[in-house]
C-alpha cells in the first residue's frame, strides 16, 4: 500500500496541452508524455512516489483535465503500467 492519500488522474480527452500543470508540480514529478496517437501529449507523473499529492497540478488545469483520485493504488498502477 502507497503512502499518497491522493494521486492526480488524468483524462487525457480533456487535456490540451497546455502545459500548465507541469509548471504548477512543485516536486517536478509530472512531465509531458506522448500518447499513442504521434503528436500528442498528456501530462504524466515520472515518479509516483515523488508526488505529495498537493494539488497544484488539478486546480492549474483551467480544462478540468486532472482530478485527485483516492484510488491510490489504481492510479499508481495505471501512471506505471499503461500505455497512453
Do not use: H
Not at 7 to 19: A, F, K, M, R, Y
Not at 35 to 61: H, M, S
Amino acid at each position: 500500500m502507497s503512502k499518497q492519500k491522493v494521486l492526480p488522474w488524468v483524462t487525457p480527452e480533456q487535456c490540451e496541452g497546455c502545459t500548465e500543470c507541469v509548471s504548477a508540480c512543485p516536486s517536478k514529478c509530472l512531465y509531458m508524455r506522448e500518447t499513442t496517437n504521434a503528436g500528442v501529449f498528456i501530462p504524466w507523473l515520472d515518479t509516483v512516489d515523488a508526488c505529495t499529492g498537493c494539488g497544484k497540478c488539478q486546480n492549474a488545469c483551467i480544462w478540468l483535465a486532472i482530478s485527485l483520485t483516492s484510488y491510490v493504488d489504481e492510479a499508481r498502477e495505471r501512471f506505471i503500467s499503461v500505455e497512453v
